[in-house]
């Protein structure tokens, strides 16, 4: 039997697997948080003497950085997806009322 709710039937139809809207949340703090970290551990290393920083020093905070950003884009890109899903499960049921209505 079908499901009753759009974005449920959307999901089976296309053999869709439902996302998660709080892991995508959770996604965006993290990334941000780690972002912050990142910059904060940055600055600590720019006041310091140059002779005293070793560039391998520098790793620390630019992957954080990087991996920060890259964190929260993919928890936006999952809330992005789950908004399509939703605005295509509903066309899909307007569609599918006007077709049996005919």
């Not at 996604?27 to 780690?34: F, Q």
């Not at 999952?78 to 209505?101: E, F, P, V």
């Amino acid at each position: 039997m079908l499901p009753d709710d759009p974005l449920d039937r959307l999901h089976h139809d296309l053999g869709f697997k439902p996302l998660n809207p709080l892991w995508a949340k959770l996604e965006i703090v993290l990334g941000l948080l780690g972002v912050a970290v990142g910059l904060m551990m940055g600055m600590q290393l720019a006041v310091r003497p140059e002779a005293e920083v070793s560039p391998s020093a520098w790793l620390g905070p630019m992957l954080l950085i990087t991996l920060g950003g890259y964190l929260t884009l993919a928890g936006q890109r999952s809330h992005q997806y789950q908004s399509n899903n939703r605005l295509a499960a509903h066309l899909a049921d307007l569609i599918r009322k006007n077709s049996h209505a005919r």
